[in-house]
């Protein structure tokens, strides 16, 4: 991690010190060591590791701040290769319990070797589908991040978020879901987080959806 990584999560509020750093950059060597062997990204540097994947996470992190205080329940929803939940739980600790859900054998056997190799607590792979996921089982909040379409994707995500919880949606375009389905759904569009990336000029956003 470079200096402008640093300080780009501190300028998101977040405290960062030399433990979290160190398990950032192991991170994101473990993905460079995998990442032809397992294909989970077509990052050409070490840095790309960060600027594509790991500081979304940190974004997110800050947003989750903003919501909650407590010891939550975290659902990455469609975790790929944990570029969101894992990030989460680093910044984090022990304020946070996270499930990574994702279908992919080969991306959960890379994630639970990457949570082993770090050493990470109270985080946990679930190789299914969402569709399949226990109906009972809610979260505090739920993530998703390149999941699909958002009005495809609010009605399998929304089932597992608490009421009085947030679902959380990486766009890359300005779209939201649909007025008559959040309504339908129990949900409501709070408010959306913009934020750009270093060493792009592309505008990102999180949209967040409270459960009523």
């Known amino acids: 991690m470079n200096e402008k990584h640093i300080e780009y999560i501190k300028n998101l509020g977040l405290n960062i010190d030399d433990n979290k750093i160190s398990l950032l950059d192991a991170f994101a ?9 397992v294909n989970i990204t077509s990052v050409k540097t070490k840095d790309e590791i960060y600027t594509r994947h790991l500081l979304d996470g940190a974004v997110g992190v800050s947003v989750i701040n903003t919501l909650t205080p407590n010891v939550i329940n975290i ?19 022990n304020k946070v319990n996270v499930i990574l859900a994702e279908s992919v054998n080969r991306k959960c056997v890379f994630m639970n070797w ?11 792979i679930l190789n299914y589908r969402l569709t399949e996921a226990e109906p009972n089982k809610k979260f505090d909040i739920v993530i998703q991040r390149a999941m699909g379409k958002i009005d495809d994707i609010l009605p399998i995500c929304s089932v597992l978020v608490a009421n009085g919880g947030y679902f959380l949606s990486y766009l890359a375009e300005e779209t939201f879901a649909d007025d008559n389905l959040l309504q339908k759904l129990n949900m409501e569009l709070i408010r959306d987080r913009k934020y750009p990336l270093p060493d792009s000029d592309k505008q990102r956003k999180i949209a967040i959806y409270k459960k009523n």
Do not use: R
């Open 29 to 37: 060597e473990l993905v460079w060591q995998k990442k032809d062997d």
């Open 114 to 124: 990457a949570i082993i190799k770090l050493g990470l607590k109270n985080i946990k």
């Open 75 to 93: 659902l990455d929803a469609g975790a790929g290769s944990g570029y969101i939940g894992i990030v989460i739980k680093i910044l984090l600790g």
